[in-house]
């Protein structure tokens, strides 16, 4: 069964810091990438996927995450965070080759103050 | 509103009481997912549905819990017999067929058994 770990569970940063988010998933077979975030009274939705093709993926708002399948990681990045990327952030996994059914980290809490 | 609905989107009842939740999804989805949440943990995969057909169930998911989706449309959820234990809050989501599509996930539905 695949699993997926996220490293903190609670970030805390200042406006224009850097963030970087770890996420690392155990499964030897081809995978699809994903990080959702949920917003402070909204529901999850999706900052970027990924599936094949160039390992670093663009999504909206500014952050981007990098596939590095040799240390099983996807890891999320902003370089300059802002006051509303105060989120809970969640890293995702599917199989490849199985039903899309998603297996979740268990989120890291970003606040970000200004 | 388009996007993915779930009533209610709050519900308390006693231990021992059945409860039935709702969930609508984006109309052309044929994808219909339920996930659990609890405090402090990402979502925990329950059941996936392609149009009526239920084609995966968790182990998670116990004889007292039954979901159904009639001719592949809205989806309910159905726990018998409440227990302390399900208290948490249930998330429904929907794509496209095929893995590749994003899954949108709707607001939830948060259920306290006291």
């Known amino acids: 069964a695949q699993s997926v770990s996220q490293h903190n569970h609670h970030v805390i940063l200042s406006e224009a810091a850097s963030l970087e988010l770890g996420c690392n998933y155990s499964?030897?077979?081809?995978?699809?990438l994903f990080w959702y975030v949920q917003y402070p009274g909204q529901h999850l939705q999706l900052l970027l996927k990924?599936?094949?093709?160039?390992?670093l993926v663009k999504g909206i708002k500014g952050f981007e995450a990098e596939f590095i399948k040799s240390k099983f990681s996807f890891n999320l990045r902003k370089p300059s965070v802002q006051w509303s990327d105060t989120a809970e952030y969640f890293c995702a996994v599917n199989e490849d080759s199985g039903y899309s059914t998603l297996t979740f980290g268990k989120g890291t809490m970003l606040l970000v103050s200004p | 509103d388009t996007g993915v609905s779930q009533n209610p989107r709050h519900k308390i009842t006693k231990r021992g009481q059945n409860v039935t939740f709702r969930c609508d999804p984006i109309?052309?989805?044929?994808?219909l997912y339920w996930y659990r949440q609890t405090l402090g943990q990402g979502p925990e995969f329950l059941t996936y549905?392609?149009?009526?057909?239920?084609?995966?169930k968790s182990r998670l998911l116990s004889d007292r819990f039954s979901a159904e989706r009639p001719k592949g449309s809205f989806s309910t959820l159905e726990i018998q017999r409440t227990e302390q234990g399900d208290s948490a809050m249930y998330l429904c989501?929907?794509?496209?067929?095929?893995?590749?599509?994003?899954?949108?996930f709707g607001p939830g539905t948060r259920l306290t058994v006291t």
């Open positions: 549905f392609q149009n009526e057909a239920q084609l995966e």
């Open positions: 499964y030897g077979g081809t995978v699809n």
């Open positions: 109309s052309e989805h044929n994808r």
């Open positions: 990924y599936f094949s093709g160039d390992p």
């Open positions: 989501a929907s794509s496209l067929g095929g893995i590749a599509y994003e899954q949108y």
